[in-house]
């Protein structure tokens, strides 16, 4: 994991604590929801999913990344036009 503060904060630590302490309520609730319902070949990948929203939440920027993303506006390539150049199902 890459400790490297993001616009001067701290990361969030990749724990089940910390990902809930950095959502918004809202979102808590079903990231709480979520890792509840996780098994043990799921709860992995339930938590980094969470542990990059929250990283997201965090910044100051967020909120502008994540309006970009919706909007088809954000720099890069999507990562389903990537798969279908590649070929992938």
């Given at each position: 994991?890459?400790?490297?503060?993001?616009?001067?904060?701290?990361?969030?630590a990749?724990?089940?604590?910390?990902?809930a302490?950095?959502?918004?309520?809202?979102?808590?609730?079903e990231?709480?929801?979520?890792?509840?319902?996780?098994?043990?070949?799921?709860?992995?990948?339930?938590?980094?999913?969470?542990?990059?929203?929250?990283?997201?939440?965090?910044?100051?920027?967020?909120?502008?990344?994540?309006?970009?993303?919706?909007?088809?506006?954000?720099?890069?390539?999507?990562?389903?036009?990537?798969?279908?150049?590649?070929?992938?199902?």
């Open positions: 994991m890459n400790t490297t503060p993001v616009h001067g904060r701290q990361p969030v990749r724990t089940q604590g910390a990902v302490a950095a959502l918004p309520p809202a979102q808590r609730k990231f709480h929801r979520e890792m509840d319902e996780a098994d043990e070949e799921t709860i992995d990948g339930v938590l980094r999913r969470w542990w990059l929203r929250a990283q997201l939440y965090r910044d100051p920027e967020g909120d502008r990344i994540q309006t970009a993303v919706r909007s088809g506006t954000a720099p890069g390539t999507p990562a389903s036009t990537v798969l279908r150049r590649l070929g992938a199902p």
